[in-house]
């Protein structure tokens, strides 16, 4: 054994007592753990044991036994059937890896870099079979306490931030993990629902749609929708098809809202959740959400909204909509029906004389013709603006 192995033993019990003592400093969920006598010595028993071991198999250039994964495993199922949270736990381990490679750097000599590779280099390697030891067992022991739909939620974060414990707590909760995820979030117009009323939804919806699921925001919904194929662009049909079923019962449950999606791949979707959550910015508010927006259905919104002087410009000329009757939602629909006069007019259940006169009164009011080229762009993209709730000023 050399120098560093024998003075990191001569330190283990104190170098124990100092990780409970960080611990419960930094973590209100461990300092509640260790107000109990029983709980605060069983947390110096295993920083104990864990540098034992960890000391006995790096002097020898071994990996973990079976036996070292399983008491890690029940540890971890201790700490989750008690209610420690999935933030203190992914934190506690943090707090470990920086600890052990302090007591490194602690007991190290001068002629003991050979001793420091060595560790260095089984704590890269058998560190995080450890660490999915006591994870695995952490999310089992949740499950005698957290309900499914809170689970699920948890799932949905985890995916969200990339986080590998979600491949365990998936397999878990029997949810297999696609290439690809369709996120879809849609926002509440009418502000945040309770929070009674938010785990509720989450309830409603897994009856029928068993995927990751959460409240992102108080006001916003999140659904990982797996795609089909290794291709997210062709599996994105039968994604949309059924994230706008769960998007329509989120608006029959919480009211009108808007959609936003983008595709993204397992384990980094953090840059897409940030795009559907902007595109569902951009997007109408609709009781019934008539179709699941993405980036190419309101990429010109997007663009204005990124230039306040062009934003400003679109909001002063939909001014002069607010005198005409009915002006903006007859124009909403009539770029829905593709400028098509009669299924415009069904649609509005008006003559289409009297949709005539409306678009003759909108070239009036603003000086462009709706039917125009140049009428869609401006038109279409002020509508969408107005429908999306983004200027709460207007007339």
Not at 14 to 20: C, H, Y
Not at 40 to 45: E, F, R
Not at 94 to 101: Q, S, V
């Amino acid at each position: 054994m050399g120098s560093l192995f024998r003075a990191l033993r001569r330190r283990l019990d104190a170098n124990a007592r100092r990780a409970v003592e960080v611990y419960t400093n930094e973590l209100a969920d461990y300092r509640s753990l260790a107000a109990e006598t029983r709980g605060s010595a069983a947390m110096l028993d295993f920083a104990v044991n864990l540098r034992r071991r960890t000391i006995e198999l790096a002097t020898d250039e071994q990996p973990f036994t079976e036996q070292d994964h399983a008491y890690m495993s029940s540890v971890g199922a201790t700490r989750g059937e008690v209610g420690v949270s999935l933030a203190s736990q992914r934190q506690v381990l943090l707090l470990h890896a920086n600890l052990t490679l302090r007591e490194i750097h602690e007991a190290a000599g001068p002629n003991d870099l050979s001793d420091v590779m060595c560790m260095l280099g089984w704590v890269a390697c058998h560190g995080l079979t450890a660490q999915d030891a006591y994870t695995h067992g952490f999310l089992k022991g949740q499950e005698r306490f957290l309900p499914a739909a809170a689970r699920i939620q948890m799932l949905a974060g985890l995916l969200v931030t990339g986080e590998p414990a979600a491949a365990q707590l998936a397999r878990e909760l029997d949810l297999p993990l696609p290439d690809h995820y369709l996120v879809t979030v849609a926002r509440v117009a009418a502000g945040p629902p309770d929070e009674r009323c938010r785990d509720e939804v989450v309830k409603t919806l897994l009856a029928d749609h068993y995927l990751p699921l959460a409240w992102h925001e108080p006001d916003e919904f999140v659904a990982l929708v797996p795609c089909d194929g290794a291709d997210p662009i062709d599996g994105q049909a039968p994604a949309r098809s059924r994230a706008l079923s769960v998007m329509r019962a989120v608006a029959e449950l919480c009211g009108p809202c808007s959609v936003g999606a983008a595709p993204g791949r397992v384990r980094a979707l953090a840059d897409p959740v940030a795009l559907a959550r902007r595109v569902c910015q951009a997007a109408p508010v609709e009781r019934i959400p008539s179709q699941v927006y993405g980036v190419a259905d309101v990429f010109v919104e997007l663009g204005a909204a990124q230039l306040p002087q062009v934003d400003q410009w679109l909001r002063e000329l939909t001014w002069r909509l607010a005198s005409g009757p009915d002006l903006v939602t007859t124009l909403d629909c009539y770029y829905r029906n593709d400028m098509n006069r009669m299924r415009t007019a069904v649609a509005l259940r008006v003559h289409p004389r009297t949709l005539d006169y409306r678009l003759r009164r909108v070239r009036e009011l603003v000086g462009i013709e709706p039917g125009s080229t140049r009428g869609v762009r401006v038109l279409s993209t002020a509508v969408t603006r107005i429908l999306a709730e983004a200027w709460h000023d207007r007339p």
